[in-house]
């Protein structure tokens, strides 16, 4: 694949990271593996209450939509738990309904 333009590069990356429904292959599954994964376990490492609420297929569920609609926008892989609970808050998302307080409870224990 030639990528010609940065914006290309940004789009490549983007897809291989940030889309649940795209399945890279080889070296690039590995990647967003390790990228994604880290995500997931930081946030449940900050928070153990929702950690223990979700089941490890919400927890994927919720990371998803996340991602779907607004990639991360700070470098520092510890502020993903805000960003995320800013999402909850605010967004749809596929636990609203179950879990209508889920953007709170991870606020505060981000905080």
Not at 9 to 25: N, Q, V
Not at 64 to 77: K, N, T
Request: glycine share 2%; charged share 30%; aromatic share 14%.
């Amino acid at each position: 694949m030639k990528l010609e333009t940065l914006r290309d590069s940004e789009k490549f990356w983007e897809k291989i990271c940030f889309d649940g429904k795209y399945r890279p292959s080889g070296r690039y599954q590995v990647y967003r593996e390790l990228v994604t994964e880290r995500m997931v376990e930081t946030v449940k490492n900050i928070s153990p209450v929702a950690r223990a609420l979700l089941s490890e297929n919400e927890w994927w569920q919720l990371l998803w939509a996340y991602l779907r609609v607004s990639p991360p926008q700070s470098e520092i892989l510890r502020e993903l738990a805000w960003e995320i609970s800013q999402f909850c808050k605010s967004k749809p998302h596929p636990l609203k309904k179950k879990y209508p307080y889920l953007g709170e409870l991870l606020e505060y224990e981000y905080l």
